[in-house]
């Protein structure tokens, strides 16, 4: 029996459509997982730059911050499905790509740190500890190169986990 060309295209249109639903699935886990990281690194490493006085005076920044570290996180998934082609490359991640990801966070931290001291945009107390080459601080350098790759791994987990439960 032949199928029509309506049936086909409402079958492609319906593989297409669930195809989406996991990739916004994806993106929302990677944010939603990548936010509470990055919210708890913040708040952590925040006494150790100066002008800090108290959680809730911080709290502000520190969100903003991590709005940042999810939009930043959020480009990199984008950029690399791009290059690969691949919008659901997130649930099959493999060391490479937990390497790529390390060093593509911790050359963005680096940036971010450069910029922000050249600008004085902020500083950092004596609590912090200094990369000595790069002068930078080490707790937001350790904080892109860990939680960016951690981010996508956990995300994969949790995207595996659901797709083996909901069988």
């Known amino acids: 029996m032949t199928k029509s060309l309506y049936e086909t295209r409402n079958h ?8 989406r639903m996991k990739i916004a699935k994806q993106i929302l886990s990677l944010f939603a997982i990548a936010f509470v990281f990055h919210l ?21 920044i520190c969100f903003l911050g991590t709005i940042g570290d ?20 997130i649930v099959r991640l493999g060391k490479k790509d937990i390497f790529v990801l390390a060093v593509i966070g911790f050359f963005f931290a680096l940036g971010i740190e450069w910029r922000a001291i050249l600008f004085d945009r902020w500083s950092y107390t004596e609590a912090m500890p200094i990369i000595p080459y790069f ?22 987990l949790f995207n595996k986990n659901s797709k083996n439960h909901s069988k």
């Open 12 to 19: 492609f249109i319906t593989i297409q459509t669930v195809s």
């Open 40 to 60: 708890i690194w913040e708040n952590s490493q925040a006494p150790l730059f100066t002008g800090y006085s108290s959680f809730g005076q911080h709290l502000p």
């Open 70 to 89: 999810v939009a930043f996180t959020t480009a990199v998934y984008i950029g690399i499905a791009m290059l690969k082609n691949d919008f659901g490359w």
């Open 135 to 156: 002068q930078v601080g080490l707790a937001p350098i350790i904080q892109m190169s860990i939680l960016l790759p951690l981010s996508f791994y956990i995300t994969e």
